[in-house]
């Protein structure tokens, strides 16, 4: 079985500074995948960034960071340079190599940023 | 180009109407997905479809019927829905089922039942 945690049901951050969103994990599969989805209200649910369990560096993609830390099943997202169209619900998600397809999501976390 | 676009963004429907949501994808990819989602907690999974065939079907009631008439294409047919059907509905695709792939999804259908 999977599970993610998002501990944060809400964060606040000041226009331009960092943010950190935590997520945890839990799996028994060998190989796996983390995936940060970003949610507006409009509802679309758009793909930020990818971190496979094998890779050696964490990933980036632009203003996005995934720090993964395997050992402590942590895969946090850092937003820097906050603005204000961060504003949106942010769910961690996982994916094993045996889940069939399945993706396991966090509870997320409701992100608003203050100007 | 990592579209999927879904047709109606909106729909009002009673509980003895018809209707269909549709999905479509031009990435090539050959899984495609229907989620559920009530407001703010994550989606649910309902349907998996793999080249084209029914994946999995996660115990959804049967007044919902999925349907995948080609390799770009998810309906999504409704019929004598309740009022706790109304929800957020979500495609996603991705360029297979299985493995570590990154679904994407589309905007999705605000569902109103009256």
């Known amino acids: 079985a999977q599970k993610i945690t998002q501990t944060q049901p809400g964060m606040f951050v000041q226009e331009k500074e960092a943010v950190t969103l935590d997520c945890t994990y839990d799996?028994?599969?060998?190989?796996?995948?983390l995936f940060w989805y970003k949610q507006p209200s409009s509802g679309e649910m758009i793909f930020l960034i990818y971190?496979?369990?094998?890779?050696?560096q964490n990933a980036t993609e632009g203003r996005y960071s995934l720090n993964f830390q395997k050992a402590r099943k942590s895969a946090n997202l850092v937003i820097s340079a906050s603005q204000l169209g961060d504003s949106a619900m942010y769910f961690c998600a996982m994916r094993g190599g045996t889940s069939y397809g399945k993706l396991t999501f966090g509870q997320g976390t409701i992100l608003t940023v203050h100007p | 180009d990592t579209e999927v676009t879904q047709t109606p963004k909106h729909l009002v429907m009673g509980m003895t109407n018809k209707k269909s949501l549709k999905c479509e994808q031009h990435m090539g990819h050959r899984a495609m997905y229907w989620y559920k989602q009530k407001a703010k907690k994550p989606p649910e999974l309902m349907f998996v479809y793999s080249y084209e065939k029914l994946s999995i079907n996660e115990s959804v009631p049967s007044r919902f019927s999925p349907e995948c008439p080609n390799s770009s294409l998810l309906n999504l047919h409704l019929h004598a829905l309740q009022p706790e059907d109304s929800a957020l509905y979500l495609c996603?695709?991705?360029?297979?089922?299985?493995?570590?792939?990154?679904?994407?999804f589309g905007p999705g259908t605000r569902l109103l039942v009256l």
């Open positions: 971190q496979g369990s094998y890779d050696q």
């Open positions: 799996t028994s599969d060998p190989s796996y995948g």
């Open positions: 996603a695709s991705s360029r297979r089922w299985g493995g570590l792939e990154t679904q994407y």
